[in-house]
């Protein structure tokens, strides 16, 4: 999806800066067999009736699987005039870069 901001796993750094909120799209199951921590849950199918619950004020950083799901996530979003990108190659690269996931239930925004 051409025209998308997005920014590789190296570019997000850990802890997440002030400002920074990490939102991840992919289905329930997914979430709960990994996530990255301290990111937010809310799945592509119910992200229109939940914007509400996105700050308005942070850069969102939208994640799923391998970038599919989150691009058309973050072109929703900046169509509502957030300030979005994606996360390059979701969380296949996230894991490929030795970054920690956790499993479980979690919070879910």
């Not at 969380?91 to 479980?104: D, H, I, S, Y």
């Amino acid at each position: 999806m051409s025209g998308i901001p997005s920014i590789t796993v190296d570019e997000l750094p850990v802890p997440f800066p002030e400002g920074v909120t990490v939102v991840d799209v992919r289905e329930p199951i997914e979430w709960q067999q990994a996530h990255v921590p301290g990111s937010v849950h809310v799945p592509l199918g119910q992200f229109a009736e939940r914007l509400g619950e996105l700050p308005t004020d942070d850069r969102i950083v939208v994640v799923c699987a391998v970038g599919a799901r989150s691009a058309r996530a973050v072109e929703f979003l900046l169509q509502h005039g957030h300030d979005a990108v994606n996360l390059d190659g979701g969380l296949v690269e996230w894991q490929a870069a030795g970054r920690e996931l956790v499993a479980g239930d979690g919070p879910t925004g």
